[in-house]
């Protein structure tokens, strides 16, 4: 073991910058612990779909009978998006996706990169094009059409075999509930078998109890109050107090820990150890279950408890 005066002296740096250095490593989750232990694994890991969203309404009639209208184009996809919000946090984070090798995909490669997220081990092709997803809105009434365009199946259990020992060695796993059911389970089946911290987004609770994921000691699930009053098959619930006996039977499967956001008013928290009400800052909002889930990762790489964990992603939406 050595201290922070004999690093600062070796390395012929002040104690203070010493201090920096290690704050900044142990934040990122490569070393751990007062004696500066090198973790084992090797920091936040994503596994999800990548996506352009193209966004397209229709306006006024102009005079010549051509309807006007607005085109926005946006990334997508719960993989993409989990990374960038880790990014924002000033987290390293390591994203396994599909992106094609067509100009969509490789300004997608690039822009990643530039926003500090890991995409070299994502999977490439030159014979399917990136993954696009098209949203119709008609102000006159009919229903929005969204269509899937390619890549929608390069995420497969096949494809993902390949990546098995970042999954292995992951510090925290995070995996897309709209990845294929094949692929979702056998990352289920790797989560249990290396025990690391891991969680999914957008995953239905039926699903995670059927692979035993409600039942590891380190996965943590983060989902809204409709969703789990629906889940469960009960009323909708106008207190968050009148959710806490279903978040108790949940926890009570041996789940880590079951965070419920309530509406705008905060979130629930439910552990082994308690099951309370966290009310948001009247002037934070409280977020979605992706940016929830990236700031309690954030946490948890830092080495805090689930509780604070939960505190710094409501303070950090």
Not at 24 to 30: A, Q, S
Not at 63 to 88: H, K, P, V
Not at 180 to 194: C, D, G, M, R, V
Not at 290 to 309: C, F
């Amino acid at each position: 073991m050595i201290s922070q005066d004999e690093l600062a002296e070796k390395l012929e740096i002040t104690r203070s910058s010493t201090a920096v250095h290690i704050s900044n490593l142990m934040r990122k989750g490569y070393i751990t612990g007062r004696g500066y232990i090198f973790n084992e694994r090797s920091g936040i890991l994503v596994v999800g779909l990548t996506e352009l969203e193209i966004y397209a309404s229709s306006g006024r009639q102009a005079n010549n009978d051509a309807e006007t209208g607005q085109i926005e184009f946006a990334l997508a996809g719960n993989g993409c998006l989990l990374a960038l919000e880790l990014a924002r946090r000033q987290l390293e984070a390591s994203l396994i996706t599909f992106l094609g090798r067509d100009a969509v995909g490789e300004q997608i490669y690039e822009h990643l990169l530039q926003r500090g997220v890991k995409v070299q081990n994502s999977i490439r092709s030159g014979e399917i094009p990136t993954r696009k997803r098209l949203v119709y809105s008609d102000p006159k009434g009919s229903a929005a059409q969204v269509v899937a365009g390619g890549g929608s199946l390069t995420l497969s259990r096949e494809a993902i075999l390949a990546k098995e020992e970042l999954i292995r060695t992951a510090k925290i796993l995070l995996i897309d509930g709209d990845l294929p059911a094949e692929t979702l389970s056998y990352l289920a089946s790797k989560i249990i078998a290396h025990g690391g911290i891991s969680s999914a987004v957008n995953c239905p609770l039926s699903f995670l109890r059927e692979k035993g994921l409600l039942k590891h000691p380190h996965f943590f699930h983060v989902c809204t109050d409709g969703i789990l009053a629906a889940q469960m098959k009960i009323a909708a619930a106008s207190e968050p107090e009148e959710l806490f006996p279903v978040c108790r039977k949940i926890i009570g499967e041996g789940l880590y820990a079951l965070i419920v956001i309530f509406k705008d008013q905060g979130l629930i928290l439910a552990t082994e150890d308690e099951v309370v009400f966290l009310p948001a800052s009247p002037l934070q909002a409280t977020g979605n279950a992706l940016s929830v889930t990236a700031g309690i990762a954030e946490g948890l790489a830092s080495g805090y408890r689930m509780r604070m964990a939960v505190r710094m992603a409501m303070a950090n939406g």
